[in-house]
């Protein structure tokens, strides 16, 4: 049968549930919210004359979990207009109205009776063939179906989301003995395609993948830590992006996660293993300690660290596990972090790290990670059927750059064994057969496929025709043609792609003269243009050291060269005969919102945090961003219909000035970045090839370059209008001089001069316009200090 998914329901309202109803939301599912009904009630609501057969306080808890969704930082929904597709209602009053879904989420509380009763309230009303699953961190999936009907058995299975569920890429999929593979196959393939995540299929063993891994890997830190007698600072110092994983290391994850939360992850496994495996995750006692006190982290306010304000200054302090008392935050400086400093990447840091014998950092990291690759080997088969799913795991759920094996690879297979059995340990017999059959890693690529280990064998790894591997593209047929800035590479189907390489993916005078290659390359022999990457971020916008750099050395004519030349890589973009479209995620600023404001379409990914933000260092937008951003929302607004011009520029000018960042593409879209011609991926895998297709549908459809546009303006009145807002600002203490300054600025680019409202005029004057406006601008000494510290700092300067 062919599954669709067009309404789900989630039992629970806690901090999962409610994640999870909003990330349904967030992708357009309506969804209804339950959870149980209160037993007691309010003061407000016993003021409000209310009873307990009220509906208002039926559904209390649900509600109260839905409007809870708008304070929660970081924002699960991408939209305030999310929160509209969820419906709430109580485990009493609302069963039957789960025959109406879908998908019908289990989030309860982790106690297995709580969840059978549930699920046999369920049994009771859902209709046959809709999928019911369970988001589980680590209860047997199997016992959860004891004495459930065979038809639900055979829609069941685990779905356990990593928390919070927007931004988290992990989604492990659970089946049951009774599952039937037509549903496990269609919920892999809808949690890749639709929900956008990351896929692994596990085995229904305690905590399943990333949780079993990650949290034997956390307690053999602790260990450590407390064996080696290094600090908690000394060991998040370099358990972070030094060995390739998130910024929050090992203690700070603990007190984001809660160390409530993990105490009762790590029980989990601790009652339902033995040995030596069982001694691990006995929590230690100051942990314990801890958890009496109430130090649970973020939560609560304190846990491994404290932040204490003194005298208008921030100081963290690490908690000593020996005293409990919290002292100055330490690092570990030593001859192994230096040079792990200096390697590329993550594979060499750990290599340089582990190979530096007697350095305190070097042992450190070695014995925390030969337990935990030891640990993932023994638990392949167990845990899950191979290698890929293990790795995948801890990068998508753990955000690990590299995951265990690939770990193993990069410090050397053989020699760190050899190493691991010189220091007596146990090494799984499968890893010394692959040893002693002749293989020296668990991966290998060739020809830009990608093969790992299974018994023995090397196996093709598969993966979904929707992601292209821009690294893996190049590695097989190279590129058409580079410079250090950017790279044109053929992605097939007669399309070609445009990749930023810099640094932050910066825009400079290399990338300019490759956009305009590509584009007249494409023109000639391509159907069309995506201008996407796979980096970090897809552009921090213009080189602001280069920038600051010309105009602190008076080179004005060189500035104004390249900010014209910016200006006509826009233009070039924009009247391409062939379509090009730009897919921008994460952050895109400055100049990287004003390379995908005049394209064809842009294909944006969910997570996009696009804004127009030289206000912030002193500057409006030079590169064309402020021109393209009225047009389009001119555009958005006119359709053949009366609009208030004065509203459009006022819009604009506050958006610039105020230098807003979207915080997902929804909002983009809201802030009139995005319009109706442009589409948004939830899998930033699928991000280029959406793109690609976006081209390839254009190009089918007789893609014809947009004609020259005049452009209406609002003269001197929308001028006076808008630096009047300005100058209330001023008034009102929100605004330096400078700030008005900048603002009189963008103001006359935006009104078009000095000239009558409703006047047209032509694209370049508007050009010309915000090219005198930045130039003039970054001759300021007061911009030149902003530039300067926004470098420095990362962060806006107001002087």
Do not use: C
Request: hydrophobic share 40%.
């Amino acid at each position: 049968m062919k599954r669709t998914i067009k309404r789900a329901a989630v039992l629970g309202s806690g901090v999962m549930g409610s994640g999870i109803a909003a990330h349904l939301a967030n992708i357009g599912i309506p969804t209804l919210m339950l959870d149980i009904v209160p037993r007691a009630l309010t003061e407000a609501e016993e003021k409000k004359g209310l009873t307990l057969e009220d509906k208002a306080v039926r559904n209390r808890i649900a509600s109260s979990s839905k409007q809870a969704l708008l304070k929660q930082k970081p924002s699960p929904i991408v939209s305030i207009d999310s929160l509209d597709l969820i419906e709430v209602g109580n485990m009493d009053d609302d069963m039957e109205r789960l025959a109406d879904v879908d998908w019908i989420i289990e989030v309860v509380v982790e106690r297995l009776d709580v969840k059978k009763i549930v699920f046999e309230k369920v049994d009771q009303f859902r209709k046959k063939s809709s999928i019911v699953s369970s988001n589980t961190s680590g209860i047997s999936v199997n016992a959860m179906v004891e004495g459930r009907s065979e038809e639900f058995k055979k829609h069941f299975l685990g779905t356990h989301f990593f928390n919070p569920p927007r931004y988290l890429k992990l989604l492990e999929v659970i089946p049951t003995e009774h599952t039937d593979p037509e549903v496990l196959a269609f919920m892999k393939q809808f949690g890749e395609d639709v929900l956008g995540k990351g896929v692994v299929e596990a085995k229904d063993t305690p905590n399943f993948i990333a949780n079993r891994i990650g949290t034997y890997g956390l307690l053999v830190t602790v260990r450590e830590m407390l064996k080696g007698g290094y600090s908690v600072g000394e060991v998040d110092s370099v358990t972070g992006p030094l060995i390739g994983r998130p910024k929050s290391a090992t203690f700070r994850t603990l007190d984001v996660v809660g160390l409530d939360t993990f105490i009762h992850v790590a029980r989990n496994v601790y009652e339902q293993v033995e040995g030596a495996e069982k001694d691990v995750f006995d929590i230690p006692e100051f942990m314990l300690k801890m958890q009496e006190n109430g130090w649970l982290g973020a939560k609560s306010g304190q846990g491994f660290f404290l932040k204490k304000k003194e005298k208008g200054v921030s100081t963290i302090y690490q908690l000593n596990p020996e005293t409990l008392e919290y002292e100055d935050r330490g690092k570990l400086k030593t001859p192994a972090v230096e040079l792990a400093k200096q390697a590329k990447g993550p594979r060499n840091k750990l290599k340089a790290l582990v190979n530096m014998k007697g350095d305190r950092a070097g042992d450190l990291i070695w014995n925390i990670l030969k337990p935990a690759l030891l640990y993932s080997a023994e638990l392949v088969g167990e845990i899950a059927d191979d290698i890929v799913a293990i790795d995948q795991a801890m990068k998508w759920g753990f955000g690990w750059e590299i995951g265990p094996f690939e770990t193993w690879d990069a410090i050397g297979l053989r020699t760190s064994v050899d190493r691991m059995k010189e220091e007596g340990e146990d090494i799984p017999s499968w890893v010394l057969e692959l040893l002693e059959s002749g293989h020296e890693s668990f991966y290998k690529q060739d020809n830009g496929d990608v093969f790992y280990l299974v018994n023995n064998e090397y196996k093709k790894q598969e993966f979904n025709p929707k992601e292209i591997n821009i690294k893996r593209l190049k590695d097989v047929q190279g590129v058409i043609k580079k410079n250090t800035g950017a790279s044109l590479v053929d992605i097939g189907d007669g399309v070609a792609l445009l990749e930023f390489h810099s640094k932050s993916n910066a825009i400079g005078f290399d990338t300019i003269q490759m956009v305009n290659y590509a584009v007249e390359e494409v023109g000639k022999n391509y159907e069309g243009l995506v201008i996407g990457n796979q980096g970090k971020n897809f552009s921090v916008g213009a080189n602001l050291a280069l920038m600051l750099m010309e105009a602190q050395d008076d080179n004005f004519f060189e500035l104004d060269m390249v900010v014209k030349m910016f200006q006509d890589m826009g233009t070039t973009i924009k009247y391409s005969d062939k379509p090009v479209v730009v897919a921008p995620f994460n952050m895109t600023l400055g100049g990287g919102a004003e390379v995908s404001l005049p394209a064809a379409a842009i294909q944006a990914s969910s997570e996009l945090y696009m804004g127009l933000v030289e206000f912030g260092v002193g500057l409006i937008p030079g590169g064309g961003g402020t021109k393209e951003l009225y047009l389009k929302e001119l555009r958005n607004l006119a359709k053949g219909i009366n609009f208030d011009l004065t509203k459009v520029a006022n819009d604009v000018f506050e958006k610039v000035a105020m230098a807003k960042v979207s915080t997902s593409a929804q909002e983009a879209r809201e802030n009139g970045f995005l319009d109706a011609n442009d589409r948004i991926s939830v899998n930033p895998d699928h991000l280029i090839h959406d793109a690609k297709q976006r081209v390839l549908e254009l190009a089918k459809a007789g893609y014809r370059a947009p004609k020259r546009e005049k452009i209406p303006v609002v003269g001197d009145a929308g001028y006076a209008a808008m630096v009047l807002g300005a100058k209330t600002l001023q008034f009102g203490g929100y605004a330096s001089d400078h700030d008005v300054k900048i603002a009189e600025k963008l103001a006359y680019v935006l009104s078009g001069g000095r000239i009558k409202e409703g006047t047209l005029i032509d694209e370049q004057v508007m050009l010309d316009l915000e090219r005198e406006a930045f130039l003039s601008l970054i001759a300021e000494p007061l911009t030149q200090a902003r530039m300067q510290h926004m470098l420095l700092k990362g962060k806006p300067l107001r002087n």
